[in-house]
């Protein structure tokens, strides 16, 4: 690992909050765990745009625009992240800051629900979304809105992400009184019967994670659908 990396990666893991929430971090080695696939697909795909929806801290978010911005023509990370949790997202130039102190100046962060974004400007503004990271409320209706919102803006050759998608459990995250069962996976297991989907999960962290790709079943070259591009 270059010593840039690794100095980045320290300086990411003095905050104890993002070794946590799932993504199987090390800091003894300095392991990003998952967070390299979510940067080397950052650097494979050189997503014009990343949409990343809910994080607890930032983990994903810093880690994609990281890969963005090491890419020569910087992408763009949209965040939308509502702060359900605490106060930690509420302050527009503090979350600068914080971003900026991880040495990351491309992500745009959005301070409301994805059923809010879509209402947006910058929502309809929005395409050639390379890499969509789905981490937001994680019920089976939440994760289908997520999705559906964003399919039609991907690129060919994108991914979607789900995060705690291979587990069905209570999550206590809002609050003993807002609790509630998570069920990404049940909508995952919908999009495994979709044949003109790729799905493969990752069985990783605390409730896994699952790659999705769009096939283009009209492509010309059926062996080539990724170069055509998706209508
Ligand atoms: C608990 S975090 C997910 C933890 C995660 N694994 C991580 O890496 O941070 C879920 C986040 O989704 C956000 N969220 C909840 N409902 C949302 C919605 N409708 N749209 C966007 N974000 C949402 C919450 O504010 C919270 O920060």
């Not at 990411?12 to 392991?31: I, K, V, Y």
């Not at 059923?115 to 994680?138: K, N």
């Not at 990404?184 to 699952?210: A, C, E």
Request: include cysteine.
């Amino acid at each position: 690992m270059g010593h840039e990396m690794e100095s980045w990666i320290s300086r990411l893991f003095e905050e104890p909050d993002l070794l946590r929430m799932g993504h199987s971090q090390t800091p003894e080695d300095s392991n990003l765990g998952l967070g390299w696939l979510y940067y080397a697909l950052g650097r494979i795909v050189r997503p014009r745009n990343a949409v990343v929806i809910g994080s607890l801290r930032g983990f994903v978010p810093l880690v994609i625009a990281k890969a963005l911005q090491d890419n020569a023509e910087c992408g763009q990370v949209t965040f939308i992240d509502p702060g359900m949790v605490d106060s930690f997202w509420s302050d527009p130039d503090e979350v600068l800051r914080y971003f900026e102190s991880h040495g990351v100046r491309n992500i745009r962060h959005f301070r409301m629900t994805s059923q809010d974004f879509v209402a947006t400007h910058d929502y309809r503004e929005l395409s050639d979304v390379g890499l969509l990271f789905i981490d937001g409320y994680h019920t089976e209706e939440q994760a289908q809105f997520d999705y559906e919102s964003f399919e039609g803006l991907l690129s060919h050759r994108a991914f979607a992400l789900f995060h705690d998608s291979m587990v069905v459990r209570p999550d206590k995250v809002y609050g003993a009184e807002n609790a509630y069962e998570m069920r990404v996976k049940y909508f995952v297991d919908r999009l495994k019967s979709d044949p003109g989907l790729q799905v493969m999960d990752f069985p990783f962290g605390v409730s896994g994670l699952t790659l999705v790709r769009k096939i283009d079943r009209n492509a010309p070259d059926p062996m080539r659908d990724w170069i055509e591009g998706l209508p």
